[in-house]
């Protein structure tokens, strides 16, 4: 089994760390108490669901708990599980901002200035630094090279980044797609609904696919969205992004996106990528 521990100074992005490292297919758990290191261990390594890569937040938001981190560390030696620490750090006067910009006091000086607690911090946290296997100064990194330095760690020579795919068809007239990071309207389309033949099927059926893709407008749009996709997905998985939403719309969502949903994810995992299709509206049919 693979146990990280994730430690460092409050403001420091540990909570950030975690959720890159389920990301990269961990089982996490934020702010576990030192004292359950163990007992966590064990029910991880005797779960049904095969769990082998495990990262745990441990921090001073655990209390007196966190002097029982290294007696913690030591159990789990003796269970022959080996473990790895981060440790994240920052610039005091990074973390000053950070807590002004959320307006929070530091957790060990919560009625008094925030450097004095930020020095506490520090005085407690020295010998787990001293041993940790990684440290990552976030005073200069936004949340993609954040995830670009633990890449560099935790996926050297095991894989290679990528970012989930969802492509939803969904119909205007139901309202829009409001989680999509891209929607795309194809009402531009000839509507299916209109030939009475067709009304009663879906994009799912020959007849609608071989009626919406008989248009060049079609094929080009497709080829363009595509090239647009393309392009962009590397950018995204650089800044950090771990899903994108494509919502494809038309006015019912039944014929026209359905079936230029499907032929985009087709053509996406054909090209790699990982890729889920839904269709929102065309149940409501």
Do not use: W
Not at 42 to 55: F, Q
Not at 224 to 234: G, H, S, V
């Amino acid at each position: 089994m693979e146990f990280l521990v994730i430690t460092g100074m409050s403001g420091a992005g540990k909570s950030q760390a975690v959720k890159v490292m389920e990301d990269m297919n961990y089982y996490c758990m934020d702010n576990l108490p030192p004292i359950l290191l163990t007992k966590f261990a064990e029910l991880c390594h005797e779960s049904k669901r095969d769990i082998n890569k495990v990262a745990v937040v441990v921090d001073i938001r655990s209390g007196e708990f966190f002097d029982s981190l290294f007696k913690g560390l030591e159990d789990l030696t003796k269970m022959n599980i080996s473990y790895k620490i981060l440790f994240l750090d920052a610039a005091d006067n990074t973390l000053i901002k950070r807590y002004k910009e959320l307006r929070r006091p530091h957790p060990l000086n919560p009625d008094g200035s925030i450097i004095e607690g930020i020095e506490q911090e520090r005085q407690l946290l020295y010998e787990v630094k001293k041993r940790a296997n990684y440290i990552i100064d976030t005073s200069k990194l936004t949340i993609g090279m954040l995830k670009e330095e633990m890449a560099k760690i935790f996926l050297e020579g095991k894989q290679t980044r990528t970012i989930s795919i969802s492509v939803i068809s969904f119909g205007f007239k139901h309202g829009t797609l409001l989680d999509g990071d891209l929607v795309l309207d194809v009402r531009f389309i000839p509507n299916p609904f209109y030939i009475p033949e067709l009304r009663e099927y879906t994009g799912e059926d020959k007849s609608v696919r071989d009626y919406v893709f008989k248009f060049p407008e079609t094929n080009i749009f497709i080829s363009k969205t595509i090239d647009m996709l393309e392009f962009l997905l590397p950018y995204y998985i650089s800044e950090g992004k771990s899903q994108l939403i494509l919502g494809i719309g038309c006015t019912g969502g039944v014929h026209r996106s359905v079936a230029i949903a499907n032929k985009i994810g087709e053509i996406l995992r054909t090209n790699g990528h990982k890729v889920a299709v839904d269709h929102r509206d065309s149940r409501l049919k």
